[in-house]
């Protein structure tokens, strides 16, 4: 890589899965990787590699101004935010807590936008940047159970494509990473809140047995593997000139086509006979 081309990257939620995967790359091109997250101790493999773990969380004002400034006394610029920390909390919205409903949009959203706001005067004054923020296709269509979740990724798509437009005139590039189904541990997790969630409510039954198909789609060969979202992000961080979405990863170009295609009823109907599928 020549020194032109090599950039300063601050990401987040770095410690597994996507992250970790996509800090290992950006690393192993030559680009200096900031990578942040809660767990530090699970990115200590990655110094072997030249990047740089840095302990964040996006829900912590103050633990993102640090993290920004260790960027900057270090480099004294930051070419390229990834934003990839989030979680995902399923459940019928009558039964999520409003405080576990709060930290999901607080993580997904709050804690993207405002990292953004951090960085976003350092691009504005360096003339360049890019801005890479991971949604997910749960912005573009709603499964069985996902209430708060889509609310959340719908949101940052909204969020993308407004800050897009505000930043073209500074020279800073706003991107949407857009993954289908990948084999995280993400998956477990939903679906383990799911069935937590739904213990001893009317939702139980079929909740349990969405829950349950979760753990098995996750457990299965059927989805991609992380390191195709992070081949995703590679390019998006490296291209001239990036696309404004990048699609990727098992299902993501059926679930947005079939959403665009069946009729809103047909949907629904559909969500629900997969919500009853035992597995």
């Given at each position: 890589?020549?020194?032109?081309?090599?950039?300063?990257?601050?990401?987040?939620?770095?410690?597994?899965?996507?992250?970790?995967?996509?800090?290992?790359?950006?690393?192993?091109?030559?680009?200096?990787?900031?990578?942040?997250?809660?767990?530090?101790?699970?990115?200590?493999?990655?110094?072997?590699?030249?990047?740089?773990?840095?302990?964040?969380?996006?829900?912590?004002?103050?633990?993102?101004?640090?993290?920004?400034?260790?960027?900057?006394?270090?480099?004294?610029?930051?070419?390229?935010?990834?934003?990839?920390?989030?979680?995902?909390?399923?459940?019928?919205?009558?039964?999520?807590?409003?405080?576990?409903?709060?930290?999901?949009?607080?993580?997904?959203?709050?804690?993207?936008?405002?990292?953004?706001?951090?960085?976003?005067?350092?691009?504005?004054?360096?003339?360049s940047g890019r801005i890479i923020n991971t949604s997910s296709v749960a912005g573009k269509a709603v499964l069985y159970y996902g209430g708060w979740y889509h609310v959340s990724k719908y949101?940052?798509?909204?969020?993308?494509?407004?800050?897009?437009?505000?930043?073209?005139?500074?020279?800073?590039?706003?991107?949407?990473?857009?993954?289908?189904?990948?084999?995280?541990?993400?998956?477990?997790?939903?679906?383990?809140?799911?069935?937590?969630?739904?213990?001893?409510?009317?939702?139980?039954a079929t909740a349990l047995n969405e829950s349950r198909a979760f753990h098995w789609i996750y457990d299965s060969k059927f989805l991609s593997k992380p390191s195709v979202v992070a081949k995703?992000?590679?390019?998006?961080?490296?291209?001239?000139?990036?696309?404004?979405?990048?699609?990727?990863?098992?299902?993501?170009?059926?679930?947005?086509?079939?959403?665009?295609?069946?009729?809103?009823?047909?949907?629904?109907?559909?969500?629900?006979?997969?919500?009853?599928?035992?597995?």
């Amino acid at each position: 890589m020549n020194k032109s081309d090599k950039k300063i990257i601050l990401l987040t939620g770095a410690s597994s899965g996507i992250g970790y995967d996509a800090a290992l790359m950006l690393a192993e091109q030559g680009h200096k990787v900031y990578a942040a997250a809660r767990r530090v101790e699970k990115m200590e493999p990655l110094r072997e590699k030249g990047v740089i773990p840095i302990r964040m969380d996006v829900t912590d004002e103050s633990s993102m101004a640090e993290g920004v400034k260790t960027v900057l006394d270090a480099d004294g610029r930051i070419d390229v935010l990834i934003n990839n920390a989030g979680y995902g909390y399923f459940g019928a919205i009558e039964n999520v807590p409003m405080e576990d409903a709060r930290r999901q949009i607080e993580v997904n959203v709050f804690g993207l936008a405002r990292l953004c706001q951090m960085v976003l005067p350092i691009m504005r004054n360096q003339g360049s940047g890019r801005i890479i923020n991971t949604s997910s296709v749960a912005g573009k269509a709603v499964l069985y159970y996902g209430g708060w979740y889509h609310v959340s990724k719908y949101s940052v798509e909204a969020f993308s494509d407004a800050l897009r437009m505000e930043m073209k005139p500074f020279g800073i590039d706003v991107v949407m990473i857009e993954p289908g189904g990948i084999k995280t541990e993400w998956g477990h997790i939903a679906a383990d809140h799911l069935a937590a969630s739904s213990k001893d409510t009317p939702y139980e039954a079929t909740a349990l047995n969405e829950s349950r198909a979760f753990h098995w789609i996750y457990d299965s060969k059927f989805l991609s593997k992380p390191s195709v979202v992070a081949k995703a992000i590679s390019r998006a961080v490296n291209s001239r000139h990036p696309l404004a979405r990048y699609r990727i990863g098992a299902y993501s170009g059926a679930i947005v086509f079939f959403h665009w295609l069946l009729p809103t009823r047909w949907w629904d109907a559909l969500m629900r006979v997969l919500g009853k599928v035992k597995k």
